[in-house]
């Protein structure tokens, strides 16, 4: 079983940067690939950013490539996501997400979620 806490979310405003974690309870978080998605309010749970298990390869949507980092810390079983250039359509609750398998854009691909942490960018 995994665990995953998010942090880091808060109030912004347009053009901020934020930094959130996501900090996982296994030992073998190396083996695990993790992505980051959001749900604003009214809408579906969307991609943002993955990244492999060695950290070499990332992925990221559209709307946040140039403006978001994926990263991650093996050593420290944490997974980053450095927002840049803030908008307020990046809005949203921002949830971390592991699999042991899937490198993916797809929600259906990770296995393992976190709680959330709400991202707020006001105008």
């Known amino acids: 079983q995994v665990q995953l806490v998010e942090s880091g979310g808060g109030l912004v405003q347009a053009g901020g940067s934020l930094r959130l974690s996501c900090a996982a309870s296994?030992?073998?978080?190396?083996?695990?690939?993790m992505a980051w998605f959001r749900q604003a309010p009214g809408k579906e749970r969307e991609f943002v950013a993955a990244?492999?298990?060695?950290?070499?390869?990332?992925l990221y949507a559209d709307s946040v490539k140039g403006r978001f980092t994926i990263s991650r810390d093996n050593a420290k079983n944490t997974v980053y996501l450095q927002m840049n250039s803030l908008k307020p359509e990046d809005t949203a609750v921002y949830y971390c997400?592991?699999?042991?398998?899937?490198?993916?854009?797809?929600?259906?691909?990770?296995?393992?979620w976190g709680q959330g942490t709400q991202v707020t960018v006001s105008s």
């Open positions: 997400a592991a699999d042991l398998r899937y490198y993916s854009t797809s929600p259906r691909d990770y296995e393992y």
């Open positions: 990244i492999s298990w060695s950290g070499s390869n990332t």
């Open positions: 296994v030992r073998t978080f190396s083996t695990y690939r």
